[in-house]
């Protein structure tokens, strides 16, 4: 197994060729996809090529600590045209949700990406009636930058989403123990 990000109450691991059929079940089924995101349809085989993706997508599975999987968060690299900005996306299983585990989760990425990573920002952004998407960002820390209109196409409608940000500045002392199994 890779390195383990370990917190109080969730651990994150890279996500492995194992963990595949699970997160090909999740995104394809709405419920836990969720109601503010894009449909998506995704054959096992896709979810193995996002894997090995040049796109420098890096999923990590959300695990609490009796090793139950329930959910994932992710970082990845948007180009801009002064360069590449890196974002975080996340999503848990609704019998997990309101339990603090996705704040503790994005926190965790948080921290590992400013351990590991030579930049100053993280962004991440989620339509403008995902209130509790809102809370976990705001509770590790992001800053409303303000709304992109018209950014998401969500179950056949363009929808407004808020655009937030951490600088590293901002950044409080890292909350997480990383390991290496």
Same mark, same amino acid.
């Given at each position: 197994?890779?390195?383990?990000?370990?917190?109080?109450?969730?651990?994150?691991?890279?996500?492995?060729?194992?963990?595949? *059929?699970?997160?090909?079940?999740?995104?394809?089924?709405?419920?836990?996809?969720?109601?503010?995101?894009?449909?998506?349809?995704?054959?096992?085989?896709? !979810?193995?090529?996002?894997?090995?993706?040049p796109l420098e997508l890096t999923p990590f599975i959300i695990e609490r600590k009796d090793g139950s999987k329930i959910g994932f968060v992710a970082h990845f690299h948007v180009?801009?045209?002064?360069?590449?900005? @890196?974002?975080?996306? =996340?999503?848990?299983?609704?019998?997990?949700?309101?339990?603090?585990?996705?704040?503790? !989760?994005?926190g965790i990425m948080v921290d590992y990406l400013f351990l590991s990573r030579d930049t100053t920002r993280i962004q991440a952004c989620t339509d403008k009636r995902n209130l509790?998407?809102?809370?976990?960002?705001?509770?590790?820390?992001?800053?409303?930058?303000?709304?992109?209109?018209? =950014?998401?196409?969500?179950?056949?409608?363009?929808?407004?989403?808020? @655009?937030?940000?951490? @600088?590293?500045?901002?950044?409080?002392? *890292?909350?997480? @123990?990383?390991?290496?199994?």
């Open positions: 197994m890779l390195g383990l990000l370990e917190g109080k109450n969730v651990n994150l691991r890279i996500m492995e060729k194992e963990d595949l *059929p699970q997160f090909a079940e999740w995104v394809n089924k709405p419920d836990v996809f969720g109601e503010y995101n894009p449909l998506h349809q995704m054959p096992k085989t896709e !979810a193995e090529k996002m894997l090995e993706s180009l801009h045209v002064a360069g590449k900005l @890196l974002e975080i996306g =996340y999503s848990l299983v609704p019998d997990e949700r309101g339990k603090g585990y996705c704040t503790e !989760a994005v509790a998407s809102q809370k976990v960002l705001e509770k590790v820390g992001f800053k409303k930058e303000g709304t992109m209109r018209k =950014y998401l196409f969500i179950r056949g409608e363009l929808r407004d989403a808020f @655009l937030y940000s951490i @600088l590293r500045e901002e950044w409080k002392e *890292p909350q997480i @123990l990383t390991k290496t199994a």
